[in-house]
């Protein structure tokens, strides 16, 4: 039979009981957790920063375009009138005036230097554009070359050369550069020639 070790004098005492300590609440196993904490073997919810969506440029390329195709529906119009009344041109060198219109990307400066340049022999008309709504005409000799500064990233370009109705000119081809990079480039049919590019920046 074992006997509790005797009384030690030196062994620290639990401390003396308080009435008017308050008691802890009673526990209870299905009580939520405090507002804020979280449960037990629950890790706080932190929610996921919103990421803002990108801008598509899909909507401004297509508007660009839709404004080069209609000046150019225009233009070959006209251009259509020179080649079958004026200058008796073969009506086969229309569908060479509507090309492929290239799209081009590059840096968001607000502003960028743009080159135009016509290839060839004799008098022509020459119609392009300088921006949204500035359209400019020209009977120049050829060959031609037109430099400008546009202050804006985003911008639909066009050149269109024609053979002077009842001149012996020779069109032979039409080039567009932006920032001194060439964009497009297309061979003429001898009595016109169309360039047309859409340059998007950023």
């Known amino acids: 039979m074992s006997y509790p070790p005797?009384?030690?004098p030196n062994q620290?005492?639990?401390?003396?009981?308080?009435?008017?300590?308050?008691?802890?609440?009673?526990?209870?196993?299905?009580q939520p957790p405090a507002y804020g904490t979280p449960a037990y073997g629950t890790p706080a919810y932190q929610p996921s920063p919103v990421q803002p969506p990108k801008k598509s440029k899909t909507g401004l390329i297509v508007g660009i375009i839709l404004g080069v195709v209609l000046l150019l529906c225009a233009v070959c119009g006209v251009g259509?009138?020179?080649?079958?009344?004026k200058a008796g041109e073969a009506i086969e060198d229309l569908p060479n005036m509507i090309p492929s219109v290239g799209v081009a990307t590059g840096d968001a400066t607000g502003s960028h230097s743009v080159r135009y340049a016509v290839e060839g022999t004799g008098q022509a008309l020459i119609t392009y554009s300088e921006g949204p709504g500035k359209t400019q005409n020209e009977t120049v000799t050829l060959p031609w070359t037109k430099n400008f500064t546009l202050n804006t990233d985003s911008f639909g370009l066009s050149v269109i050369a024609f053979r002077s109705p009842g001149g012996d000119g020779n069109v032979t081809g039409c080039s567009i550069s932006v920032d001194g990079t060439e964009r497009q480039k297309r061979a003429g049919s001898g009595s016109s020639a169309t360039c047309v590019s859409v340059f998007v920046g950023g």
């Open 6 to 8: 005797p009384y030690d």
């Open 12 to 30: 620290a005492q639990p401390p003396a009981y308080d009435p008017n300590q308050p008691s802890p609440p009673p526990w209870q196993p299905n």
């Open 80 to 85: 259509g009138y020179y080649l079958f009344y």
